[in-house]
């Protein structure tokens, strides 16, 4: 039967589409990848979702879950086509119960949406990552996102407490618990949490939430050399202060963000943003007077510090505008997510920043090393002329080299944006061991291979030529 | 081959044993359950559980990996004989990385050997249960294991990082990261906690641990009406307090420990134990004072409250001495674990409690409601003459009305002791439609069913007759 006749069978003309302007929309997400899907459909009901699967189960066509499209690794970018399922439209947030600490969802609800609802409650869902404006909770359950605050909050996977979910073969599963401890059968609900859309299709989640704090602190403090920073995180967390938000700037952070928004940022080698929350303003103080000790301790300054909304809006103005400033750092560069967001050990924040920018230079590209410190995530990104075939190549050298001393250094590939395309050549060279274990999971569980195929471990050896790139590139 | 042979030449003559009174140690946990294995080895190394894996994989006979057997359900009880794998000799602590906030331990090493190890550093590994005194953390894994801070500080599951396991066919693998956040491939090893040894064999874990607080205040509050304490359960909870405990005894659990231990508890409905902790007193007294207001609000009457640390443990006494004390409520009558540790929303823990009370009426056991009520969890025993066959019969009633009540009000079958084989019949029934997608990922990596076989989802239908029961029963 024609895909098309078949779709529009389970969820009628208005929510299938083939458009070459809309499937062009839905070929790319914020990576460099890009690839176009057969068609779209907007599920509306689990049932729809059962259908889908059954049928694309059948006809062995492959299918893409698919959030506000906001992931950086290509978790969504239909390598194979086939049909992308916009779950956007199942956005109904079902029950926010208090007295129990849970709430379920839709896995189209957006993150902000759900913070909106829960506040009225005083209560709040914290792992948000930074594209919470669009992105949506079944995105961040499949990439186990995180944000700003995981050092104290944790990521995505610490609030899933259960979900429904469509299986390949078209079987809806309930995992999980509503409470807050289980230890009831496999915990295949956090086996899903972070598998990029591989494992199943997540149409409901059940989420814990939390109080939301009264107090908020957030500080800057300076430091001319970057090791001294490093040494400082490594300090703080050791020390046992329990910070709301460790965040770092180094220095081509500092400068692209002064050049892009005249900001006047100090012009050191590193920025420390940090914050503490709470409901008693004595604990919040202790925590900032104890880091503030710290960073003292090893040569930096605290510039500001302030409980007061508005002084920390501006406190943080920097680092809020660091990411589109990226883009605006060097004429004719782009701002890729390429090697953005591995984890190292706190303690190797400073050494993993430096190597950085060696390798950034020795290969002719721009990287800069900011981010989630104090969770030990480093953000990069590769500014880069993407016309230039040549940089290309480079931005692939560059990306290797890091991963290796990633790797050399106990750290991962992958702290927050997940494997999907981009950085599954590293990924599977670091963990060899883990691939032939995920295979059989998958196997069991998709026989068929129609749940987002071609990602992680059996995603293409080398992402640069995986897919078509999203930039023009001159041959 | 002869078993004993192959396993000689695998761990050495003094490392494996099969005396009948050796057996007969490792035939039980701490659940009604026996069974004997046929021989008993003692590992050292990664390298000989890989070999003996390898091994009974080949052979096809059942291992059982054991810490200290103080589970409730029959987890290591060895339903089909074969090998137990005595992990307790494993038990060195292999790293503590303060700068980095985790220390990596092999399976063996025991909940407080751990936590003394991390004292000094003013660390704390919380999530440990009743019996951290012997618990391994490879059991702990095994089962997800919580305690009494549960409410605060969450169960085993929110504190792996990663681990190294062998597989069925003796493949060894490294699994999740060292890093606070991850998105880096499955979380397998997210998966293998609480998956009751029927998956994989934890040879090392990855933990995070968190600061020591500095301050710990407990309290004591008094109802004259069950209801009362339920309605206040609730109301904490929603009103987003932040207990680090909050422990239920009804009536039966004070007359238990009352005539066991002469404490002299108020003969009343129920007492709730609180308690918070933090960094900072006045933080701490907020918590507290909060919680007492809303106590006043539903009828409750503070009786205690105390930071100091021997006043803390006299108001804990009757707490402490309660699980002892029920087997010594009534002449004749053991303390069976038996439908021993449900989780319910917060909004149903009064109702629950009744519940269980009329079950237990009806079918003419005696059973307590008691527990970590912050986190959901009701403990309770079935006390029964296990002497008589028709208690057995009584008993098994009870635990099925029980736990179908538990079904009906969206709670699960454990929240903390995990399934096994005494929990298996209700959780199945209530479960039906998880048990396939369970059985897919065992026979993906378990293709042979060689680990812990027989348990969970593959569990006999009655654990009435599942294996010989501990007790001797006159017919």
């Known amino acids: 039967m024609d895909i098309k006749k078949a779709l529009i069978g389970i969820f009628g003309k208005e929510n299938v589409r083939d458009e070459p302007a809309e499937l062009y929309v839905y070929s790319a997400d914020a990576s460099v990848h890009q690839s176009l899907p057969n068609i779209i459909v907007r599920p509306e009901t689990v049932e729809q979702i059962q259908k889908v699967m059954e049928y694309a189960n059948n006809e062995l066509i492959p299918v893409v879950a698919r959030g506000a499209g906001s992931g950086m690794s290509g978790h969504v970018v239909p390598i194979d086509g086939g049909i992308v399922l916009d779950m956007k439209g199942m956005n109904h947030i079902l029950e926010i119960r208090c007295e129990d600490m849970y709430c379920r969802v839709e896995s189209g609800v957006v993150d902000d ?54 299986l390949a073969n078209g079987d809806v599963v309930n995992l999980g618990a509503k409470t807050r401890v289980e230890a009831a059968g496999y915990q295949i609900h956090r086996l899903i949490v972070g598998s990029e859309g591989t494992l199943a299709i997540i149409v ?57 928004s005249k900001l006047g940022l100090p012009e050191v080698e590193a920025i420390l943003l940090f914050e503490a929350d709470g409901k008693v303003k004595e ?27 508005k002084e920390r809006t501006k406190i943080y103005a920097g680092r809020k505008k660091l990411f589109p400033s990226l883009s605006r750092y060097k004429e004719g560069f782009a701002c ?54 040549e940089q290309w190549e480079a931005a692939k050298r560059a990306v290797e080299e890091v991963y290796d001393y990633v790797d050399s250094v106990g750290g991962i590939t992958s702290g927050e944006h997940g494997i999907a395309l981009s950085k599954a050549p590293s990924w599977k060279k670091a963990r060899k061991d883990l691939l ?40």
Chains 1, 2 share one sequence.
């Open 113 to 166: 949406d759900l913070n909106r609802a829960l506040k009225p409650y005083g209560m709040v869902y914290p792992p948000s990552p930074a594209s919470s404006r669009i992105a949506t909770i079944g995105g961040e359950i499949g990439n186990n996102a995180s944000g700003i605050r995981s050092v104290k909050y944790g990521a995505t996977r610490d609030y899933v407490l259960g979900m429904k979910a469509v």
């Open 204 to 260: 409901e989640a059940t989420m814990k939430f939390i109080p939301l704090p009264k107090f908020r602190c957030l500080g800057m403090a300076i430091f001319e050399k970057l090791e001294d920073a490093g040494d400082t995180i490594a300090d703080i967390i050791g020390s046992g202060s329990e910070p709301s938000m460790l965040e770092l700037m180094d220095d081509i952070a500092i400068k692209a963000v002064n050049t892009a």
């Open 283 to 309: 604990a919040v103080d202790y925590e900032m007077q104890g880091m503030k000790a710290i960073f003292e301790k090893h040569n930096g300054k605290v510039t500001d510090m302030s409980y007061d909304a």
């Open 336 to 389: 890729t997510s390429l090697a953005d967001d591995m984890a190292v050990p706190y303690s190797k924040m400073a050494e993993c920043a430096r190597k950085i920018h060696e390798i950034a230079k020795k290969n002719g590209v721009i990287m800069t090393a900011y981010g989630h410190c104090g969770s030990g995530v480093m953000h990069t990104k590769i500014l880069m002329d993407p016309t230039r075939k």
């Open 436 to 475: 032939p274990v995920m295979s059989k999971i998958k196997r069991a569980l998709d026989p068929n291979n129609i749940l987002n195929p071609h990602k992680l471990m059996d995603a293409p050896d080398d992402w640069l030529t995986a897919t078509p790139l999203r930039y023009k590139v001159k041959v």
